[in-house]
């Protein structure tokens, strides 16, 4: 797909970051790793993707605002307008060698996500969607979501919390009553490759309790334009205030959220 020069600026973006990623995944055990938290870990090579994808997308959209993971928000002159980046999503896999993480890179405008990038460096697969565009993957691959209706035939992707996050009893009474109904569920690790993966049609569904703004901000628009749904977790809510969402194709997403919606 030919995209514009956004879309044009945050693949470049994301290609650079990915390289470095990968580099640096090479040599995974001599990376010097520092803890933010539980299970949250910073390397060097987070910094260094998310310093690259700074100065790409800041040299060619200066007045623009900032979110990163890394860096934080830093407010630009267009107040329409920012960058909302996560340059490793998947940190923990990628520091135990798993090849399962991402670079997700999204552009929001007047408080709604119309671009995004998720760049899986380790499989060379670029996922990414313009509001009103399509959804596409690497360069000429137009991608959909799955045509399932039957939740028994469907594999739905989550985050499960671990050690002490607020929202563990709830994702396992979640997982009681999904799991009787389905094929299966996943937990793989990145959550910005769970929702390219539902517009993909490789899951049909994901829901997520802790979902914070840059892990699935370029998801968002890429299940959408694929055809997909993407809902606040609960109804009237809102995805980045509560950090929460469910998304799937259209056969089973209303089956699937009224399982996870009952409580």
């Known amino acids: 797909m030919q995209g514009s020069a956004n879309l044009n600026v945050m693949i470049k973006a994301a290609r650079m970051a990915g390289r470095s990623l990968v580099k640096d995944f090479r040599e995974v055990e001599n990376?010097?790793?520092?803890?933010?938290?539980?299970?949250?870990?910073?390397?060097?090579?987070?910094?260094?993707?998310?310093?690259?994808?700074?100065?790409?997308?800041?040299?060619?959209?200066?007045?623009y605002g900032w979110f990163g993971e890394e860096t934080g928000e830093v407010a630009g002159k267009d107040p329409t307008r920012r960058w909302i980046v996560d340059p490793l999503d998947g940190t923990t896999n990628f520091l135990h060698g798993l090849p399962h993480w991402a670079v997700s890179i999204a552009l929001e405008h007047k408080g709604e996500v119309v671009a995004g990038v998720v760049f899986d460096a380790a499989k060379d697969e670029m996922f990414y969607a313009e509001k009103g565009a399509g959804a596409w993957?690497?360069?000429?691959?137009?991608?959909?979501?799955?045509?399932?209706?039957?939740?028994?035939?469907?594999?739905?992707?989550?985050?499960?919390?671990?050690?002490?996050?607020?929202?563990?009893?709830?994702?396992?009474?979640?997982?009681?009553?999904?799991?009787?109904?389905?094929?299966?569920?996943?937990?793989?690790?990145?959550a910005a490759l769970d929702l390219a993966y539902v517009a993909a049609g490789r899951y049909d569904g994901y829901w997520e309790r802790e979902a914070k703004t840059h892990d699935v901000a370029a998801g968002l628009v890429i299940v959408r334009e694929a055809g997909g749904f993407v809902e606040p977790l609960y109804e009237g809510r809102e995805i980045f205030a509560d950090q929460m969402l469910i998304a799937g194709n259209g056969g089973v997403f209303n089956k699937f959220a009224q399982t996870i919606r009952s409580r």
């Open 31 to 63: 990376l010097q790793v520092g803890t933010k938290g539980p299970g949250d870990f910073v390397t060097k090579a987070d910094l260094r993707a998310e310093e690259i994808i700074h100065e790409e997308l800041m040299a060619a959209r200066p007045s």
């Open 137 to 190: 993957l690497n360069n000429d691959q137009r991608i959909r979501v799955s045509g399932r209706t039957r939740m028994i035939e469907s594999v739905f992707a989550t985050g499960i919390p671990w050690g002490s996050m607020r929202t563990l009893p709830a994702m396992m009474q979640d997982l009681a009553r999904l799991m009787p109904q389905c094929a299966g569920v996943r937990r793989w690790g990145s």
